[in-house]
């Protein structure tokens, strides 16, 4: 990889408790607020036993991160895991501007949901308008300074989970938690045992979505304290955290509910609350709602920006400037800026599209995550001698096991995708290979005109 001068440095400020906190806001998002009801649609009281599941199948490639986060702290985390892995530059860059995708379609998405909630206490001025100002706002804050934004990160995370707790809470001391049966499901699950099967398939790669977002931890490598160490602990510790938060949450909500009635609500969360708190539950758990939606676009626009920052940093594909780092900022302030535009651009051509952009978003990621356990298996196979100071557990001789039960989980969770998701992601996919088979010929351009 070649490496430019781009100034001071990233400024290394960040904790492994900060990195935790990144790594549990991203996970717990806005999604688990309206995930939830449509889970129990499907599986009823026994929902808990998909958000186990789906932490296993997360951890798979949860692990495969840690390892290679562990060989590689960079920022441009997939793109360099894939680079020193398969050896191709094309491939590299694909899953780099990939990644760079699905962080910027990711954080408009939410900042669409975050107008929709504000919209709800003021809806005096257009919901497009409060996602424009909330991305601007949190871009400078992504500017000013790494320290100060995982400083907020980690102030609203806190909120975010309090928000839960007190779901939790009320569930377990109001509501029927001895008298509830957490292993019932819709009577058409009952018909065989392959039915109840197939039902919490179903329902487990639908929560394996509200386990997103981990895997960004990595991006901050370059601004992580002794980030070998750091970065492979906050990726699990946050996948552990955040499972326990999940499955109290899922008991809880049945225990004051009931899976009948919380599948047809919109506002899963605020109907349970509003059980034991009325009226007022809707209201504390859209503020609540607030938070979360910020936080996750904070973390997705910082997220955004590092992977730019990372690519322009050891790619002569991409311009040299993006990977500029102000002098005293210590941020990379194009690149940031860059993330910015394309963000506030995303949400005004998908402001009335949401559920199209989510959709892409996730099965990109899927994408990404499919090119990561199979990097550690090529590692693994092709470099067995590297020092790793973290491994996924588990060999038959040099084949990592772990990795590839990621691999095909992963590639079983994309099968399974509603094809109305796969042609979605097909347009904007084949620009993207467009875009990096002209940025790598460009690339060759250049190299034969210095000869």
């Known amino acids: 990889m070649h490496r430019i001068d781009t100034g001071p440095g990233l400024k290394r400020s960040v904790t492994l408790f900060q990195a935790l906190m990144y790594g549990t806001g991203l996970i717990l998002g806005a999604g688990i607020y309206v995930l939830i009801g449509d889970v129990a649609a499907i599986v009823g009281n026994a929902l808990w036993i998909s958000f186990i599941l789906a932490a296993g199948m997360a951890s798979l490639t949860g692990l495969s991160y840690a390892e290679l986060s562990s060989l590689f702290p960079k920022s441009a985390a997939e793109y360099v895991y894939v680079k020193e892995a398969l050896r191709s530059n094309f491939v590299a860059l694909f899953v780099g501007c990939l990644t760079i995708f699905v962080a910027i379609s990711s954080a408009a998405t939410v900042a669409i949901g975050f107008s929709g909630y504000l919209a709800v206490i003021l809806p005096q001025y257009p919901p497009l308008l409060y996602a424009l100002i909330l991305v601007l706002v949190l871009s400078f804050l992504n500017y000013y300074g790494i320290k100060e934004s995982v400083r907020v990160n980690t102030i609203f995370t806190l909120v975010e989970v309090s928000?839960?707790?007190?779901?939790?809470?009320?569930?377990?001391?109001?509501g029927l938690v001895s008298d509830t049966n957490y292993f019932e499901m819709p009577s058409a699950a009952y018909s065989s045992k392959a039915a109840i099967i197939s039902t919490i398939l179903a329902s487990t790669l639908l929560?394996?979505?509200?386990?997103?977002?981990?895997?960004?931890?990595?991006?901050?490598?370059?601004?992580?304290?002794?980030?070998?160490?750091?970065?492979?602990?906050a990726l699990l510790f946050s996948i552990l955290l955040t499972t326990i938060i999940y499955i109290l949450v899922a008991v809880s909500v049945i225990a004051l509910v009931g899976w009948e009635e919380l599948s047809r609500?919109?506002?899963?969360l605020a109907l349970a609350a509003s059980k034991a708190l009325g009226s007022n539950g809707t209201i504390i758990l859209t503020i609540f709602a607030l938070f979360a939606t910020t936080n996750t676009v904070l973390?997705?626009?910082?997220?955004?920006?590092?992977?730019?920052?990372?690519?322009?940093?050891y790619d002569e594909a991409i311009p040299d400037t993006l990977a500029e780092v102000h002098s005293s900022r210590r941020t990379p302030w194009l690149a940031t800026m860059f993330t910015t535009a394309f963000t506030l651009v995303t949400i005004i051509l998908y402001?009335?599209?949401?559920?199209?952009?989510?959709?892409?978003?996730?099965?990109?990621?899927?994408?990404?995550?499919a090119f990561i356990n199979l990097s550690v298996i090529s590692l693994r196979l092709k470099r067995p001698r590297l020092q790793r100071p973290f491994m996924s557990p588990f060999s038959v001789k040099k084949l990592p096991i772990l990795p590839v039960l990621g691999l095909v989980m992963t590639i079983v969770t994309?099968?399974?995708?509603?094809?109305?998701?796969?042609?979605?992601?097909?347009?904007?996919?084949?620009?993207?290979?467009?875009?990096?088979?002209i940025l790598t010929k460009r690339k060759m351009d250049q190299r034969q005109n210095q000869r």
């Open 414 to 437: 994309i099968l399974y995708l509603n094809p109305y998701v796969i042609t979605s992601a097909f347009v904007p996919l084949i620009c993207i290979i467009i875009l990096c088979l």
């Open 351 to 369: 402001s009335g599209r949401l559920a199209d952009i989510a959709s892409i978003s996730v099965f990109s990621i899927l994408v990404v995550f």
């Open 299 to 313: 973390m997705m626009l910082i997220s955004g920006s590092r992977i730019i920052f990372g690519i322009a940093k």
């Open 163 to 174: 928000g839960l707790l007190i779901i939790i809470s009320i569930g377990l001391s109001v």
């Open 207 to 233: 929560v394996f979505f509200a386990y997103y977002g981990f895997e960004n931890i990595s991006n901050i490598s370059e601004e992580t304290k002794n980030p070998t160490r750091t970065i492979p602990r």
């Open 265 to 268: 609500s919109d506002a899963p």
